[in-house]
């Protein structure tokens, strides 16, 4: 990633993003790009269940709230990732690209070695992390 904080998409993940797109922050932790229609039916499944479930409120609110859309490549196929998603997920140089069926996740290299190398304690880890960084983004939105 560039000082800018703009990434090189490689032509075929622009492709499965199309003209525009979304960046989230994932269950996972890492940030997410999805194209608009994929979008749609992530916003789907996660207004569809039980509204009585804290565990998926919470999960849906983190999501939603932390959504970027209508973001779309520079002529060079550079991906800005905006400033309050780059900051949450400290990205700044070696940053991982993967290609992850319907998703592109968007990864600072030593947190992806760190899920590989701590699994599930990792996520429980990084869930309390984006709930943290949720309440953190409320709170400058307001």
């Known amino acids: 990633m560039d000082d800018k904080g703009r ?13 525009d797109f979304v960046v989230y922050i994932g269950p996972v932790g890492c940030l997410c790009a999805v194209s608009q229609s994929e979008w749609a039916e992530t916003v789907a499944r996660l207004v569809s ?8 409120q919470a999960l849906a609110r983190i999501i939603l709230a932390s959504a970027e859309d209508e973001l779309n490549c520079d002529p060079q ?5 905006p400033k309050r998603l780059r900051d949450w997920a400290g990205l700044e140089g070696d940053v991982l690209l993967l290609g992850c069926g319907r998703l592109i996740e968007i990864w600072v290299r030593r947190e992806y070695e760190r899920f590989l190398a701590e699994g599930e304690a990792y996520n429980r880890s990084r869930r ?15």
């Open 7 to 19: 990434i090189l998409l490689p032509s075929k993940f622009r492709s499965w993003l199309g003209a």
């Open 49 to 56: 269940g039980d509204i009585t479930d804290s565990a998926r």
């Open 77 to 81: 196929g550079r991906l800005c990732i």
């Open 128 to 142: 309390r992390t984006i709930e943290e960084a949720y309440a953190r983004l409320r709170s400058s939105e307001n």
